[in-house]
């Protein structure tokens, strides 16, 4: 089953159990999806579908710091719950070594070796981790700090 399928299911799911916030994180999926399709013109495949909902999710993580630097911890919270349901969908997180593997060779292949070949590296290093739910913050972190060292 496609994500998009899963997502409907679910949605379908939450609005007969009557699950406010998840039939509101649903919905909002659900929309972000439906647009990418008309952006596309075509199906969603589900690595757009993944690409999609780790959008999804960086968004309240951003929106999180943003809440608790204004104070508002009932509005952090709320996000908080909204992110878990969207990670629901995603897969596992990449893990250190995962990461600090694919950045060793992501340098090695593109022969990067200053901090001007950081773009060089990150590409192959995003390339690598693909398949895997891996922060693009975490790893241009771990790409410079190789690239300095």
Same mark, same amino acid.
């Given at each position: ?21 998840? %039939? ?12 990418? *399709?008309?952006?596309? $013109? ?18 309240r993580h951003e929106s999180v710091e943003a809440f608790r630097k204004g104070g508002r911890e009932d509005l952090?919270?709320k996000e908080e719950a909204e992110v878990k349901i969207v990670e629901a969908y995603l897969p596992a997180a ?16 593109? $022969? ?7 773009? *060089?590296?990150? *590409? ?6 693909? $398949?895997?739910?891996?922060? $693009? *913050? ?8 190789? %690239?300095?060292?």
């Open positions: 089953m496609s994500i998009v399928e899963q997502v409907e299911k679910d949605l379908v799911a939450a609005l007969r159990a009557q699950e406010a916030l998840e %039939l509101s994180v649903l919905r909002m999926m659900k929309a972000a999806l439906m647009n990418k *399709k008309v952006e596309h $013109g075509k199906d969603v495949d589900d690595t757009q579908a993944l690409a999609v909902l780790r959008t999804l999710a960086k968004q952090a919270a990449a893990s250190e070594e995962d990461i600090n593997a694919a950045v060793l060779a992501a340098i090695a292949e593109s $022969g990067a070796s200053t901090a001007k070949d950081v773009g *060089k590296a990150m *590409k192959a290093a995003m390339a690598k981790l693909a $398949g895997k739910n891996a922060d $693009g *913050k975490r790893v241009s972190e771990k790409v410079r700090a190789k %690239l300095s060292a």
